[in-house]
């Protein structure tokens, strides 16, 4: 049961947050906590916003669940988690959440989240209007990666972030062979422990060819792979790469 004095400490904030066209509620770093996404999902508003930000909100899997499982935010397409703590306990929940459906943008970032939290995603056919796709700095491995790469609820994907999610050349052998992710434009692959094999395999892509974005830096692929990706006739329109 959430307090009288919570629920009108987040009336307040939600009135400070809430923008002026009612379509997004910005809530970065407001420290509400577990209790403060219950008190939102318990308020008699009506919400229509397309853009829900909770990232820095020291929310844990209970937050999630009060979000995930409320019948608030039917409108929604871009969630943003990131910098929080909901772990696989929180994040499987996610697949029975009203707004999966329309969701176009979903930000994961520092959260905690392993394999088994991250399989859970990428198995739900509830995401195929997802456009933005975030797990950076999640140890998800590969597993989830090789699953995500063969998902076809996925494939409108435009933007791949995998930055240091323990991700090796293993995830991107399969990677590089999707047919699912050929809309992909900005692939995120930095920090990860890839080698010169990891940038053969992407040199050699017959799908990933619409990237304009590939970020490999602080990896193991070395000169030989930059040149590998450099002559690639795979990556006509790349106009971006950055390496170390």
């Known amino acids: 049961m959430v307090s009288t004095t919570k629920l009108e400490y987040i009336n307040r904030v939600i009135d400070e947050c809430l923008s002026e066209d009612g379509e997004a509620l910005e809530l970065n770093g407001k420290f509400i906590g577990d209790e403060g996404v219950?008190?939102?999902?318990s308020t008699n508003r009506n919400f229509d916003v397309e853009n829900l930000d909770l990232s820095k909100n020291k929310l844990t899997w209970r937050g999630a669940?009060?979000?995930?499982?409320?019948?608030?935010?039917?409108?929604?397409?871009?969630?943003?988690?990131?910098?929080?703590?909901?772990?696989?306990?929180?994040?499987?929940?996610?697949?029975?959440?009203?707004?999966?459906d329309n969701l176009s943008l979903l930000d994961l970032r520092y959260?905690?989240?392993?394999?088994?939290?991250?399989?859970?995603?990428?198995?739900?056919?509830?995401?195929?209007?997802?456009?933005?796709?975030?797990?950076?700095?999640?140890?998800?491995?590969?597993?989830?990666?090789?699953?995500?790469?063969?998902?076809?609820?996925?494939?409108n994907l435009r933007k791949l972030n995998l930055y240091?999610?323990?991700?090796?050349?293993?995830?991107?052998?399969?990677?590089?062979?999707?047919?699912?992710?050929?809309?992909?434009?900005?692939?995120?692959?930095?920090?990860?422990y890839l080698n010169l094999d990891s940038a053969q395999y992407l040199a050699r892509t017959k799908t990933l060819t619409n990237i304009e974005t590939l970020l490999m830096f602080d990896?193991?692929?070395?000169?030989?792979?930059?040149?590998?990706?450099?002559?690639?006739?795979a990556f006509q329109n790349l106009k971006t790469l950055r390496v170390t």
Request: aromatic share 6%; hydrophobic share 45%.
């Open 38 to 41: 219950e008190a939102l999902v």
């Open 65 to 100: 669940h009060h979000l995930f499982y409320s019948q608030q935010f039917k409108n929604l397409k871009r969630l943003y988690l990131g910098d929080n703590n909901i772990s696989d306990k929180g994040i499987m929940a996610l697949a029975e959440a009203n707004f999966v």
């Open 111 to 155: 959260n905690n989240i392993g394999p088994e939290g991250a399989m859970s995603v990428v198995q739900c056919e509830r995401f195929r209007k997802l456009q933005v796709l975030i797990f950076q700095e999640n140890a998800i491995g590969d597993e989830p990666v090789i699953a995500l790469a063969k998902a076809s609820a996925f494939a």
């Open 164 to 192: 240091r999610t323990d991700l090796s050349v293993n995830g991107i052998k399969i990677l590089a062979k999707s047919k699912v992710l050929q809309r992909v434009k900005h692939l995120n692959l930095a920090r990860n």
């Open 219 to 233: 990896t193991g692929i070395g000169d030989a792979g930059v040149k590998v990706i450099m002559d690639s006739d």
